[in-house]
Nanobody, 121 residues
Framework: QVQLVESGGGLVQAGGSLRVSCTAS????????MGWYRQAAGKERELVAEIISDGTENYADFVRGRFTISRDNAKNTMYLQMNSLKPEDTAVYYC???????????????WGRGTQVTVSS
């Protein structure tokens, strides 16, 4: 069973740093990480950072210069390094990916269950 699992969330003081990870597990033919999203309490899910098909990184204005997205294809893992964290960064962070289970299948979209990031003031 293919799944995405996030880890690395936690409680940090404003100005601090965290790195969250997203690892794909199970058997699959091809994995394309899409990006990181977040959802704060009472708000809609929003894009934080994404990796476009040509490898270009794209960031939401509210994290540009503070967050960095990266991936390690050998480990089937995507990361989000978060620096200079602010209380408004508090949210559940989700990763997304498009995965092809078998070579003859089309890609399907997958989401992790999320990891909580809380930034105290």
């Amino acid at each position: 069973q293919v799944q995405l699992v996030e880890s690395g969330g936690g409680l940090v003081q404003a100005g601090g740093s965290l790195r969250v990870s997203c690892t794909a597990s199970g058997n699959f033919f091809r994995l394309n990480f899409m990006g990181w999203y977040r959802q704060a309490a009472g708000k809609e899910r929003e894009l934080v950072a994404e990796i476009i098909s040509d490898g270009t990184e794209n960031y939401a204005d509210f994290v540009r210069g503070r967050f960095t997205i990266s991936r390690d294809n050998a480990k089937n893992t995507m990361y989000l390094q978060m620096n200079s964290l602010k209380p408004e960064d508090t949210a559940v962070y989700y990763c997304s990916a498009r995965i092809k289970t078998y070579s003859w299948q089309s890609y399907s979209n997958y989401w992790g269950r999320g990891t909580q990031v809380t930034v105290s003031s």
